[in-house]
């Protein structure tokens, strides 16, 4: 290997396979166990002070759907206070609020995009989408 490849990080492969190891086999207890996880995730967040939002709204199907997803939302979000990153994929996006008005900010963002949302939008106060109600 050259000086500008890194080493394979071999404990951080090494607790991921533990990780599935741990995993259970059963699709039912799978499930819970997942659910645990994001509980967890979501806890932590909360503890640390983030304030995460998501919005499902589903990929931009046209010009006005695109104006709310990638200029109305993101102005609505800076209006509602400090948000220190997003996270997404082409149908949701996660704000994740952190200053010393979190809370407030993530109140304050949800109820700015329930007043615009499509109908089939899904707004929550959590780090993972939900993608179904």
């Known amino acids: 290997m050259s000086d500008l490849t890194p080493e ?5 492969a090494r607790r991921f396979r533990e990780f599935l190891a741990g995993l259970p086999a059963d699709p039912a207890a799978l499930m819970a166990a997942l659910e645990q996880l994001r509980a967890v995730e979501e806890a932590e967040l909360a ?6 939002v998501s919005v ?4 931009a199907e046209s010009d006005e759907d695109a104006e709310l997803i990638y200029r109305e939302l993101p ?9 220190a990153v997003t996270r997404g994929g ?4 996660t704000w994740f609020f952190d200053a010393e008005d979190a809370e407030q900010a993530s109140v304050a963002f ?24």
């Open 90 to 93: 082409n149908d949701y996006t």
């Open 56 to 59: 499902v709204h589903g990929d």
């Open 47 to 52: 503890a640390g002070g983030i304030h995460p």
């Open 8 to 12: 394979p990080d071999k404990e951080g």
């Open 110 to 133: 949800i109820s700015a995009v329930t007043a615009i949302a499509r109908p089939w939008w899904i707004i929550t106060a959590t780090a993972q989408p939900q993608f179904y109600r």
């Open 75 to 83: 102005r609505l979000a800076r209006e509602a206070g400090h948000f």
